[in-house]
């Protein structure tokens, strides 16, 4: 079973209007973390954003935030005020237990921001 | 800055030769990470290490091996090419703890013809 869904290959967003990216996780550990990677057309992938299974607030870090429904098993990725910029794939993944493991990663979604 | 670099940007191969990539982090992480990513199916995982000597399998290891005799360099060794191991390869890093990240190299892109 996918240990991370993102059901949006691709998604278009009008500049400077906000868009919301999904993700849905399956585990049974109670100790997990959610992140979220941007990967522009260069190829790098960038760290955004992250959100523990503990933590009681949605993280936030400037224009992206993480809308985290622990009990639906989602963590969507809100990016405000998109910008042309912001035109990558988007990956979500899980870390799940002790830290020896591996970030297992959803297929991604690629935004489109449109002029 | 952490930095995690990949010995090739662009690697051109035959079938049947065997391939070296490595991958050198600077920043003393414990994990270190290979995957490959395929349009449509994300990055999988092929094999981790977490400590020197240490390995373990990830999601897809068959035709790969790895070798890690120093903590900052991690290498994934393809023992006989083949063209299905056409694709991009990124090498990762982290401190161990659910609540890091992983640091992530430029990438090789592999064509074996």
């Known amino acids: 079973a996918q240990k991370i869904t993102q059901t949006q290959p691709g998604m278009f967003v009008q500049e400077k209007e906000a868009v919301t990216l999904d993700c849905t996780y399956d585990?049974?550990?109670?100790?997990?973390?959610l992140f979220w990677y941007k990967q522009p057309s260069s190829g790098e992938m960038i760290f955004l954003i992250y959100?523990?299974?503990?933590?009681?607030q949605n993280a936030t870090e400037g224009r992206y935030s993480l809308n985290f429904q622990k009990a639906r098993k989602s963590a969507n990725l809100v990016i405000s005020a998109s910008q042309l910029g912001d035109s990558a794939m988007y990956f979500c993944?899980?870390?799940?237990?002790?830290?020896?493991?591996?970030?297992?990663f959803g297929k991604g979604t690629r935004l489109s921001v449109i002029a | 800055d952490v930095k995690v670099t990949q010995s090739s940007r662009y690697l051109v191969k035959r079938t049947g030769e065997k391939v070296f990539l490595e991958c050198v982090q600077d920043?003393?992480?414990?994990?270190m990470f290979w995957y490959r990513q395929d349009p449509g199916l994300g990055l999988r995982l092929i094999y981790f290490?977490?400590?020197?000597?240490?390995?373990e399998k990830g999601d897809i290891p068959e035709g790969y091996s790895v070798s890690r005799e120093k903590k900052e360099r991690f290498s994934l060794i393809l023992e006989s090419a083949s063209t299905n191991q056409t694709s991009m390869y990124l090498c990762?890093?982290?401190?161990?703890?659910?609540?890091?990240?992983?640091?992530f190299g430029p990438g090789t892109r592999l064509t074996v013809t």
């Open positions: 990762a890093s982290s401190l161990a703890g659910v609540n890091y990240e992983q640091y």
């Open positions: 585990t049974s550990d109670p100790s997990y973390g």
């Open positions: 959100q523990g299974s503990y933590d009681q």
């Open positions: 993944a899980m870390r799940e237990g002790p830290g020896n493991t591996p970030l297992v």
């Open positions: 920043m003393d992480h414990e994990n």
């Open positions: 290490s977490y400590d020197v000597k240490m390995k």
